[in-house]
């Protein structure tokens, strides 16, 4: 049993010694978010971490889904968005990829 493992172990290594460099190229941001007061608010706190689609392409949902959404990227994914410009963020995706507020 000793030597079935001293085997599985130098054939393991001698596979690590003939593994060479991956390379992966992803291809360029293409998405933008709408222009609209605060697109730079989105730009500088979500594009660290996702595309545009992320936002994009999620259905129109009210102001508490996007409250929720950006509380939870700070608080659980440390997202650095300031406390002070948290509103203001809320407002530019409630306003652009929300539903209107009634």
Not at 14 to 19: I, K, R
Request: glycine share 4%; charged share 20%; with cysteine.
């Amino acid at each position: 049993m000793k030597s079935a493992r001293l085997f599985l172990f130098a054939l393991a290594a001698s596979h690590l010694a003939q593994a060479s460099e991956v390379t992966l190229t992803l291809p360029p941001e293409s998405g933008v978010y709408k222009a609209a007061p605060g697109v730079e608010l989105a730009a500088a706190n979500c594009l660290m971490c996702h595309s545009t689609e992320y936002v994009s392409s999620q259905p129109p949902m009210p102001r508490k889904f996007w409250e929720a959404s950006v509380k939870k990227m700070k608080d659980k994914f440390g997202a650095p968005t300031p406390d002070a410009q948290m509103a203001a963020l809320i407002d530019y995706l409630t306003t652009n990829y929300g539903v209107p507020e009634k």
